[in-house]
Structure formats: structure tokens, C-alpha cells
């Protein structure tokens, strides 16, 4: 007796032990369920110490920026827009509103979360910056609170828009909105503060429109919908495929053993998951829609083979017995495909990804276990009364459908019309492979949501108002770290020697104290100093020497310091970077390119201010926006503005030393093709314009995070795909012994593949993130049939010596339980494409796609290619027992795929050994021990066949 056989004659014998064992197994894991962490933030999909990230959280902290949710007010009825005592009665109701959203700290009662009031930017909480006369700056409210008459609020309209910093950020051009900027303590609040907001909108009345949007609320409000639609589609989904079932087999009792595996699948690969101590993430919550379809396949090719095998002659023990020995290897090697696809999405670079390829491989494994013990042992708790005018009956009248009709037809079709159908294939291939050329690798979690979603309305509605509500960061720094040179302790030589001269010119005894001070300046430079500390000492000494001449009455001496002593001082301030009005300036001209090229809606950085504060100081005129000539008035400039009502604004834009500046740029769009064209058009920028000091950049903020970690996810994918991709068509040979076999069994799957992705091409759909996931769902699904089809076409070969017969066996049952499944599946999940979310939707379609596609691919294309290769293809006879593994072989691809699995699982996740030699523990057993026990006992079987034979 071989493995398979062993196996299901236990499950048969003793199946109510079995499904003991499968139900406290599932209530086992299920009962780790409730400890549930759920992790929304689609920053966690790089690691911690992933360098971007590093580098934005440095950012946030240096600058003191937080994430920011966005509240757009419209008044498109109003020939004022929103410049109308009613509407702004709303906003700064609004306003006081918003600042209040903050609540104790759970973990530390003494702080607040929530909205950040002191950086919160509305109409009522930012200054207008006028001009109060020849050399003054006048700081007032912008709106200290709503106008009574329509004349008050024009005039606010007009302060706001004569202030460039507000004009396009705060207010927009056309006047008909304006924006709230909702700063969060933690981006984790988002969807609370969304939700309490949406509460309060609701009580006003008028014109107005209320949009809520902003990266934060998106992916907060993301995360949480996403477990509400899995509730809901997840069920409706098994309901359809349920109902589905039971009008193809007509026998409500024998159809629910494909949702208990289906249901015991993911259970028991959630409780898995979240008892290792892994957060239910955006990836992981999609589990159960990727495991449900791959469940549920193996059971309906169970279901068909037996309705079509049984009668009551046979009864139920022949008839499993028989199904079983025809589907164990298949089943077991489209299982092990499916792991294989999933389990390689360990290799991408992104965590999250690693934990769902991983869980859902292990999901796989599970769903295999229990079809092939459990169903079985269903079946023998159904009495034979209950079975009765089910199968032998049941197949006559199948026979008479349609179903039945047109598959006959296709069989002949394949027979008859080989070639046109293989050049048909190989036109349609040829057309998606220039589709796939035209692929475009783009995402945006905004787009995550439908048009109709209110978050997807607003992000709509608000950037076509203002200059965009993605931000992006872009900092600059002194390239050389202001660490000392020989270069800059030359320079600085020189001008102290032209200051000395100058000097001596007026007091000739100045001669010998210009000189001590350069041997001071060379005998005191070293590499260990930075430029501030190096000037300082400068200035230590000049006050020291000060303090002696005073005290001594040396009144020249007294004065020949303080010059030396001012001298230090502006040097001092030439090393503040961002105070120097050529920096400056070029900061200014790569806004003005940037906004000029239209890549980016709106910037702000120091340079705004100063031109602002400079201009109100001078005359208020429009020619007088320019930065100040000297540095001493940039300094100024932003003297004057630290004595406005926020003060701290400024450190949004410049460190305190003046050495790092941060320029806020605004989006219109949170495509990553959009990001990318503006760090694209900053690097340009600055190949063609070389600063005026060394300079380097960097980039921060959310809208770039989600650039690199999606990049990363997609590239990894690719490779990931392709290393499953020769996993795949290594098992193939092994399975079926021959390369040639396995090559064959490659191509619906390659087809597959191809039309999908050249679809997506041709009609310029985005190659995002779920489209990327489901690349290794493909890999798994698209394989099935292949598998089915060949293994059952070769057995059929051995009893008939000709494809011609053979042919017409299988597009009978075989084909009956393909179209069966593809018809179960791509059904069933089509209500996903009712979801809300956009990745449902994506999930809905390819899952239809993948089993339409690959399902006509092998009844098509299969048959087309063994009519012209038959000779070839069946040079040796094949028996059926050479679909066995070898059991070396199987061993050590498994172990090889298990270990670069917890290779990188240890790398990018940090997972302990301990955690990975469980998972191992799941993996190793099921896919090498088994498959190398089965193929051990049928190497076996064939020999001692062999022998008796001889």
C-alpha cells in the first residue's frame, strides 16, 4: 500500500478521529484569535532601520513636523466663495472645534494626543503680516474672529492673498475654499479625528462643502474599512461560491465540506499568525480573500471526480478511494506550486510582504491537509440513504447539458484545428508582451478608495483648488558638515589679513595684534573642530582680551578687540548658511522651477519668509518681495518675524543654527510617477546649477516614504515571482520526469501571466501594490489545471495508445471539474467588485481573470500541443506511477526554499530563530517528508511491479 492510499484509508476507517483532530487543531489556533494587534500604517512596510525612514523621522523631529489631516471648506455658490460672514462664522467655529480633539494618553496620562492646537493652521490662528510704516513690520490676527459685515470679509480675503505664504495653501487662488491643516500628535489618530470631525460637519447648514483628506487619513481610514469589507466580503463571497456548488452537485450535504476547509484554513492560519505574535497588517488582512479560492479549488475537483465516479453499486468507500487515487498527486504538487508562488514573496524587501507570503503558503499547506484526510472522512459520515439519485443518475443528466455539449465540442476543436488554435496563442501572446512593455509602476493609497469615497472626493476636490495636499520635504544642509579645511581656514586667513590691514591703516600699534591673531588662526586650526566651534574660540578669546583692557585702562586696546571681536562675530554669521542671501536666492529659484516645470503645486521655505518680512519692511510694494542683499538685514528680517504671534513657525523651516532648511513642497497628486519627477527635476536642477556653497539634499515626508517602500515592494515581487517561477518548473519536471513535460506544463501559466499583465498595460492601469501581490496568486492558481489536466491526459494515454481516443476521456470529467472550478471561482469572487476599496476590486477581477484565463488556456492550448508533439511527447510510454517524485530531489528543494525563507525573514523582519524554526516545522514536514515518503513507496511499488512483470 503507497502513501496516498495509506492516507486515505485512515481517513476513511477512522474518520470521526479525524475531524476530532481537525477541530480542536482549528479551535486551538482559533482561540489565539482575540489577541489580536492591528498594525494600519503602511510605513511599517520597511523596516525600522531602513535609511529613508531613518532619515524621516530625524526630519519630523528636527524640524518639528507632524502628520497633518486636511479640512477643506468649499463654497461654490457664493459669488465670495467662502469669503462671506456665514462661511467664515462655519470655519472658525470649525477652527475651536478641531482643538479640542485631544485626549489623555493612555500610557502616560500626563501628556495629550490628538490635534497639536499650537501648530494648527487655519484663518483664525495665523498673522497677517503688514506694513506698519518706513522700517516696520506690523504682526495682526488674520481673522481674531468672524467677520459681521460682507466688507470684514473681504478684506480678510485680501490680507490673506496678499501673504504668498497663505495664498495657495491656506487660501486658494480662486477665493472659493479654504483649508484647515490638522496636525497630529501621532498619524494613528487619523481616522479618530476624521470621525469626530465628520460628526461635527454634520451639524451645520448652508452652502458649504466639507472634504476631509490628507496621506494620514487615507491610510488610517484605509486600514480600518479594509477590515470592515473583509467581514462583509469574505462571506458573501463563500455564500456565492456555496451556492455555486450546490447547483453543480445538487446535494446540500456534500458541499459544505468545501467550506469547513475553507473555514479551518484560515482560522487556523490567522491564529497561527497572530499567536507567533505578528500585527494583523494591511497585507496579512487579505489573507483569508487569497486563501478561501485556493481552499476551496482542491475540494471541487474532489466533489466533481466523485460525482461523476459514484454509484450505488460503488458506494462511497470505492468511489473515494478511486478519486482519491487519481487527484492525491496532483492535488499534493498544485498545493506545493501554490506554497511555492506564495512563499517566495520572502525574498521582497518589505516585511509585511514576507509575513503574508509566508502565512499564506502555510495556509496552502493546511487547506491540502484537511482535503485529503477530511473530506474523505466527510464523505463517510454521509449515508449512503442521503446519496441516493446522486451520481450515476446525476452524471446521465450532466451529460445532456450544455456544459457537457460545449466541452465536447472544444475537445474536437482541438483536435481538428491544432495549429490555427497554437498560432492564435501565439499572436495573442505577441500582443501582451508589447502591453506589458507599456506597464506603468505607480500607486497611491488615496486611490486605494473609489471615486465615489469621500476621501477620494475630497482629495479630488482640494487639489484642484490649492497647490496640493501631499507633502514632500526636501532638506538641505552643509555638504561639508562644517567640519574645518585647509580651504577654509586659507579663506578665512585672507580676510582676517585685509580686516588687519584696514585696521592698521587707522591705528598703526594694530599692526603686531593682527598678526598674533593669524598665528592664532593657523596654530589653533584642526580637522577635530567644526567651523562654529572653531570661531567661537575666537570670540572667547576677543571678550577675554576685552575684559583685560578694561580692567588695565588701555582704551586702544579696548577698541582694537571689539573690532576683532565684530569681526569674528559676522564671521560667525556667514556660517549660519541659511541666513546668506545668495543661499538664499538659489533656494528661491529652485521653487520658482519647480513650480514653473509643474511638477509641484505649492513650496515654502525660510526664503518665503524673508521676502514676505522684507518687503512689509520696506514698503509693502510687490518689487520689494526679494531677499535682502546683506545678511545682516536677512537677519533682520527674521528677527522681525520671531515677534509675530507664532514665532515657532519658523523652526518648521530652518534649524535654530541656521545650518539645515527644509522647503515644504505641496502636491497635487500622490502618484509615485509624480514624486519621482520632482526629485527627478530637484536633481536636474541642481546638476545645471551649482550652489553657491556646498550643499546636499535629501527627501522626507509620507508621499516620499510611500515612493521607496512601493518601489521596493514591486522590484521585489519581480524577482521573487521569477525565482518561484524556476521553483515551479523544477517541480514540473520532477513530477512528471521529464523536462519537456514540465515546459508544457509552464505555458498556461506563462500565457496567463503575460495576457493578464499585457492587459493591464494596454488599458493603462497602474502596476500597484494589490496588482503586485497578486502576481504570486497567478503563479499558484494558473498551474492548477495545467497540473489536473496532464496528469489525468498521460494515465488516459497508458489505457487508450492514442491522443485521438484519449482526447475524447478527457474533455468528459477532467475537463467537467476545470470548468467546474473556474466557474466556482471566478463567479464566486466577482461581489468583490462591489467593495468600496479599490484592492478588493483588483482581488475580484484577477481572480476571475486568472481561473477564465488559465482554465480555457489548458483546455485549449494543452490539447493543441500534445496533438502536434505526440510522438514526442510520448516516446516512452508513461504509466501512471511515473508521476511519482523523487524523493531527494523534493527534499532538497524544499529545505533550499525554507531556508531562504528564514534567511530573509530573520534579515528584513528581525524575526527570532526560535519563531522560524516553527514555521519550519510546518513547511518541512508537509511538503519534503510527505511528498519523499509518498515517492519512496511508489519507487517501491514500481519495482516490485517490475519484478513480477520479469
Not at 515 to 544: H, T
Request: proline share 5%; hydrophobic share 45%; with cysteine.
Amino acid at each position: 500500500m503507497d502513501f496516498k492510499q495509506a492516507i486515505t484509508d485512515y481517513a476513511i476507517k477512522h474518520y470521526r478521529l479525524i475531524t476530532i483532530c481537525m477541530v480542536v487543531f482549528t479551535l486551538a489556533l482559533g482561540a489565539l484569535i482575540p489577541l489580536i494587534e492591528v498594525d494600519t500604517d503602511p510605513e511599517n512596510m520597511l523596516s525600522e532601520d531602513e535609511v529613508v525612514r531613518v532619515f524621516h523621522n530625524l526630519t519630523k523631529e528636527t524640524f518639528t513636523l507632524n502628520d497633518i489631516v486636511v479640512v477643506g471648506i468649499v463654497n461654490n455658490k457664493n459669488p465670495n466663495g467662502v469669503f462671506n460672514p456665514a462661511s467664515l462664522t462655519k470655519i472658525y467655529e470649525l477652527t475651536e472645534f478641531a482643538k479640542t480633539l485631544s485626549w489623555p494618553n493612555e500610557e502616560k496620562p500626563d501628556e495629550q494626543i490628538g490635534v497639536i492646537e499650537v501648530d494648527l493652521l487655519a484663518p483664525s490662528t495665523v498673522d497677517h503680516i503688514g506694513h506698519g510704516g518706513p522700517g516696520e513690520v506690523k504682526f495682526e490676527w488674520l481673522m481674531k474672529k468672524p467677520p459681521a459685515t460682507q466688507s470684514q470679509a473681504l478684506e480678510i480675503r485680501d490680507k490673506a492673498m496678499s501673504n504668498p505664504l497663505l495664498k495657495g495653501t491656506l487660501v486658494s487662488e480662486d477665493g472659493k475654499t479654504i483649508c484647515l491643516y490638522l496636525p497630529l500628535t501621532s498619524k494613528d489618530l487619523s481616522y479618530r479625528v476624521y470621525s469626530k470631525l465628520k460628526e461635527k460637519i454634520t451639524t451645520f447648514k448652508g452652502d458649504e462643502q466639507y472634504h476631509i483628506t490628507g496621506l494620514p487619513v487615507a491610510e488610517d481610514t484605509f486600514g480600518v474599512e479594509m477590515f470592515i469589507q473583509m467581514a462583509i466580503s469574505a462571506p458573501l463571497a463563500m455564500a456565492v461560491i456555496f451556492l455555486l456548488m450546490l447547483f453543480f452537485f445538487r446535494k446540500l450535504v456534500l458541499v459544505i465540506s468545501p467550506m469547513i476547509v475553507a473555514m479551518v484554513s484560515v482560522i487556523s492560519t490567522m491564529g497561527f499568525l497572530i499567536g507567533l505574535g505578528f500585527p494583523v497588517h494591511i497585507m496579512s488582512s487579505m489573507i483569508p480573500i487569497f486563501l478561501m479560492p485556493i481552499a476551496v479549488v482542491d475540494s471541487v475537483h474532489i466533489l466533481s471526480e466523485f460525482f461523476d465516479l459514484y454509484t450505488k453499486e460503488k458506494g462511497r468507500v470505492n468511489a473515494t478511494k478511486e478519486v482519491m487515487n487519481n487527484l492525491f498527486t496532483p492535488m499534493l504538487y498544485t498545493s506545493l506550486t501554490s506554497a511555492a508562488g506564495f512563499a517566495s514573496l520572502a525574498l521582497t524587501p518589505i516585511p509585511p510582504v514576507q509575513v503574508f507570503g509566508i502565512f499564506v503558503a502555510i495556509g496552502i499547506m493546511i487547506a491540502w491537509a484537511c482535503t485529503v484526510t477530511f473530506v474523505p472522512a466527510y464523505i463517510m459520515m454521509i449515508s449512503e440513504k442521503s446519496l441516493e439519485n446522486f451520481g450515476h443518475e446525476a452524471v446521465h443528466i450532466e451529460k445532456q447539458n450544455q456544459l457537457t455539449k460545449l466541452l465536447h465540442s472544444t475537445g474536437q476543436l482541438t483536435y481538428n484545428k491544432a495549429k490555427p488554435i497554437l498560432i492564435g496563442i501565439i499572436l495573442v501572446a505577441a500582443i501582451a508582451i508589447y502591453g506589458i512593455t507599456r506597464i506603468q509602476i505607480n500607486d497611491n493609497p488615496v486611490k486605494w478608495f473609489s471615486k465615489s469615497h469621500p476621501i477620494r472626493q475630497a482629495d479630488i476636490e482640494l487639489n484642484n483648488h490649492f497647490g496640493g495636499t501631499y507633502m514632500a520635504y526636501l532638506v538641505l544642509e552643509d555638504a561639508t558638515e562644517g567640519n574645518i579645511n585647509t580651504e577654509f581656514v586659507s579663506s578665512l586667513r585672507n580676510r582676517w589679513l585685509k580686516k588687519g590691514s584696514e585696521l592698521t591703516e587707522e591705528l598703526p600699534q594694530a599692526k603686531d595684534l593682527a598678526g598674533e591673531v593669524e598665528k592664532l588662526l593657523l596654530s589653533r586650526a584642526s580637522d577635530k573642530k567644526s567651523r562654529q566651534q572653531y570661531v567661537d574660540e575666537f570670540i572667547e578669546i576677543a571678550n577675554k582680551k576685552i575684559e583685560t583692557a578694561e580692567k588695565s585702562g588701555h582704551d586702544t586696546a579696548v577698541d582694537l578687540w571689539y573690532e576683532i571681536a565684530d569681526f569674528f562675530e559676522l564671521e560667525k554669521e556667514h556660517l549660519k548658511l541659511f541666513k546668506q542671501p545668495q543661499v538664499l536666492n538659489y533656494i528661491s529659484r529652485l521653487q520658482t522651477h519647480l513650480k514653473e516645470s509643474g511638477l509641484a503645486g505649492k513650496s515654502n521655505s525660510v526664503a518665503d519668509v524673508v521676502k514676505k518680512v522684507h518687503q512689509e519692511l520696506i514698503d509693502g510694494k510687490p518689487e520689494s518681495f526679494i531677499i535682502p542683499k546683506s545678511s545682516s538685514a536677512v537677519a533682520q528680517c527674521l528677527m522681525q518675524f520671531q515677534s509675530s504671534h507664532n514665532p515657532e513657525d519658523l523652526w518648521h523651516l530652518v534649524t535654530y543654527d541656521y545650518m539645515k532648511a527644509n522647503i515644504w513642497i505641496q502636491l497635487t497628486s500622490g502618484d509615485n510617477k509624480d514624486m519621482e519627477n520632482v526629485v527627478e527635476a530637484v536633481d536636474r536642477f541642481f546638476a545645471k546649477n551649482p550652489a553657491p556653497v556646498l550643499l546636499k539634499y535629501n527627501w522626507a515626508g509620507l508621499t516620499y516614504i510611500n515612493t521607496i517602500w512601493q518601489n521596493k515592494m514591486v522590484f521585489g515581487m519581480l524577482q521573487s515571482f521569477l525565482g518561484s517561477f524556476i521553483i515551479v518548473f523544477i517541480m514540473m519536471t520532477i513530477l512528471f520526469r521529464s523536462p519537456l513535460w514540465g515546459i508544457i506544463c509552464m505555458i498556461p501559466l506563462t500565457i496567463t501571466i503575460a495576457v493578464i499583465y499585457g492587459i493591464i498595460g494596454l488599458v493603462g492601469k497602474d502596476y500597484d501594490m494589490p496588482v503586485a501581490v497578486l502576481s504570486a496568486l497567478t503563479l499558484g492558481m494558473a498551474v492548477d489545471f495545467a497540473i489536473h489536466f496532464l496528469e489525468r491526459a498521460r494515465a488516459s494515454y497508458v489505457e487508450t495508445g492514442s491522443w485521438q481516443l484519449s482526447a475524447g476521456v478527457m474533455f468528459g470529467e477532467p475537463a467537467r471539474a476545470i470548468s467546474r472550478n473556474v466557474l466556482v471561482i471566478a463567479i464566486g469572487f466577482l461581489p468583490l467588485l462591489a467593495a468600496p476599496l479599490v484592492p478588493y476590486k483588483t482581488v475580484g477581477i484577477f481572480l476571475c481573470a486568472i481561473m477564465a484565463l488559465s482554465g480555457t488556456i489548458t483546455l485549449l492550448v494543452l490539447p493543441a500541443i500534445i496533438k502536434l508533439t505526440e510522438k514526442v511527447l510520448f516516446r516512452f510510454k508513461p504509466t501512471p506511477a511515473s508521476a511519482g517524485c523523487n524523493c531527494g530531489f523534493c527534499f532538497i528543494i524544499s529545505a533550499a526554499v525554507v531556508v531562504l525563507i528564514a534567511v530573509n525573514l530573520h534579515q528584513y523582519w528581525k524575526l527570532g530563530w526560535s519563531k522560524l524554526a516553527w514555521i519550519s516545522a510546518i513547511i518541512i514536514p508537509v511538503t519534503a517528508l510527505a511528498c519523499g515518503i509518498m515517492s519512496r513507496r511508489q519507487a517501491c511499488k514500481r519495482a516490485q511491479k517490475n519484478e513480477s512483470e520479469v
